[in-house]
């Protein structure tokens, strides 16, 4: 693209709606697209739930508020933000919801490829299409915009104190493992054959504490309230439970300041990407492979090789084998060997 039709892009509309981890996938094209239209506006369209995690990004000029309560033609919160006209509208969705919004809205529409057969692959032949698939890449290369190429940079949370230093912070950061060491346990995930095992966290924690008399905090929304009490009333030692007290903001500053964070695949796992805070991310019926890795992170994966591996690019509500040997069969001290990595390589740091 030369530098007079960049020019004449003023105006650049994004519209990803959901979920939290999605959301904060799409922030490496967020911060390349500022950099290559620097006089351009960018303007947002996110779900009022995930909006949190965008509210202190510098490179938007309006995040449009998207409420799933309202009617499908009528959704916006603050529908005087949404231009009458753009000249790129992105759609990072690109569904029903996404598509109505951008009716009539810009010059030129694009959408990314969800690549569909590619999940299809792994959930039938247990073969992945495309080798080293990223879910970040895959945005920046959807878009399919000359000159507009991939930073080798990672995600970004903006917190207020990004915002006053007036740069990412996390891309400077150094990693230092503390004397007693502060640890981010995120026992949720919105699907069951996601979530690892209470019994195992259970373990797990216990060891940790033994180990390394290393303090643990337990993170998550409302929803995972009822697993991180029963966690908490199970370990021997004391926790802070945090699950559903928090906001998405107070979770990431939680995690900044922590040595590491052990996951499932869930939306935790890339507020602690985007923050550069190493983890441990435990999978059941995913794989790495569909893409949503800790994206330009240090981290370790905790996985068992199974046949039926992986059953859904999304999780299920049960296992469909009725064993859940993809959760039941991983132990405590399989996550401890990979925390024990993470560990000595810090001390070498």
């Known amino acids: 693209m ?4 960049k020019s004449n892009i003023k105006k650049i509309l994004i519209l990803r709606l959901s979920s939290l981890g999605d959301v904060l996938l799409t922030t490496p094209l967020l911060r390349i697209l500022s ?20 509210v202190n990004n510098p490179y938007i000029s309006n995040l449009i508020i998207y409420d799933k309560k309202k009617s499908i033609f009528h959704p916006l919160k603050n529908p005087e933000l949404l231009k009458m006209k753009y000249d790129i509208s992105i759609d990072l969705q690109y569904n029903l919801r996404t598509r109505i919004l951008t009716i009539n809205k810009s010059k030129v529409n694009k959408h990314y490829s ?17 080798e080293d698939f990223s879910v970040p890449l895959n945005y920046i290369q959807s878009i399919n915009l000359n000159d507009i190429e991939d930073d080798g940079l990672g995600l970004e949370f903006w917190l207020f104190k990004d915002r006053n230093a007036n740069k990412y912070l996390p891309f400077s950061k150094k990693m230092v493992l503390k004397n007693n ?11 069951y054959t996601k979530r690892w095992t209470i019994e195992g966290f259970v373990e797990l924690i216990n060891k940790l504490k033994d180990f390394f008399d290393c303090k643990i905090n337990l993170v998550g ?5 009822e697993i991180s009490e029963l966690i908490e009333k199970n370990v021997r030692f004391p926790v802070n439970n945090y699950c559903g007290k928090l906001s998405l903001t ?3 500053e939680l995690i900044d300041n922590s040595d590491l964070v052990i996951s499932n695949d869930s939306g935790i796992m890339h507020i602690a990407a985007a923050r550069r805070v190493p983890q441990v991310v435990i999978y059941g019926s995913t794989v790495p492979e569909f893409g949503f890795l800790p994206f330009r992170s240090h981290f370790e994966v905790v996985q068992q090789k199974l046949d039926c591996r992986p059953c859904s690019h999304i999780g299920r509500d049960k296992c ?3 064993h859940f040997n993809c959760m039941n069969s991983i132990k405590a001290d399989y996550v401890i060997s990979k925390v024990n990595t993470i560990f000595n390589l810090l001390m070498k740091v």
Do not use: M, W
């Open 320 to 322: 469909p084998k009725n």
């Open 35 to 54: 950099k290559n239209f620097p006089d351009s506006e960018i303007d947002y369209v996110v779900a009022d739930l995930y909006s949190e995690t965008l």
């Open 2 to 5: 030369t530098d007079n039709k």
């Open 221 to 225: 929304s409302r929803a995972e309230v």
């Open 114 to 130: 969800k690549q569909r057969l590619h999940k299809l692959s792994l959930i039938y032949f247990k073969k992945p299409l495309i």
């Open 181 to 191: 060491p502060e640890i981010c346990i995120a026992p949720g995930a919105k699907h």
């Open 250 to 252: 107070e979770t990431a």
